[in-house]
Nanobody, 115 residues
Framework: QVQLVESGGGLVQAGGSLRLSCAAS????????MGWYRQLPGKQRELVAT???????NYADSVKGRFTISRVNAKNTVYLQMNSLKPEDTAVYYC?????????WGQGTQVTVSS
C-alpha cells in the first residue's frame, strides 16, 4: 500500500502562481512514476504532468511552458510549480503514484484561478 498526501492548492488570481506538493509513503518501489492529474466537475480526469524516478517528464500541451514538475526521490515527494495560471486551470488536482503495476491516488486538492 502507498499513501499520498497532497498540499498547496488554493485560490489565486489569473497570472499568479501556486506550488503543489505530494508526499508518498508506504511500500514505495524504487522505480516508479508520479504525476499530477486534474478533473473538472462532470469531466474526465486528465493528465497534467508526470515524472519518472529517473527524471523523465511528460506534460499536457495545455500546461507546457507554464507548469514544471519535479521530485525529490529521497523524500518520495513530487512537486508541481504552476505559473501564469489561467481560469481554465481551475480544477481538483490529484497526485498519482504508479509502481509495481499498481496505481494509487491522492485525495485531491482544489485549485481555483479567478479572472
Amino acid at each position: 500500500q502507498v499513501q499520498l498526501v497532497e498540499s498547496g492548492g488554493g485560490l489565486v488570481q489569473a497570472g499568479g502562481s501556486l506550488r503543489l506538493s505530494c508526499a508518498a509513503s508506504g511500500s514505495i518501489f524504487s522505480i516508479n512514476t508520479m504525476g499530477w492529474y486534474r478533473q473538472l466537475p462532470g469531466k474526465q480526469r486528465e493528465l497534467v504532468a508526470t515524472i519518472t524516478s529517473g527524471g523523465s517528464t511528460n506534460y499536457a500541451d495545455s500546461v507546457k511552458g507554464r507548469f514544471t514538475i519535479s521530485r525529490v526521490n529521497a523524500k518520495n515527494t513530487v512537486y508541481l510549480q504552476m505559473n501564469s495560471l489561467k481560469p481554465e486551470d481551475t480544477a481538483v488536482y490529484y497526485c498519482k503514484y504508479r509502481g509495481g503495476a499498481y496505481d494509487y491516488w491522492g485525495q485531491g486538492t482544489q485549485v481555483t484561478v479567478s479572472s
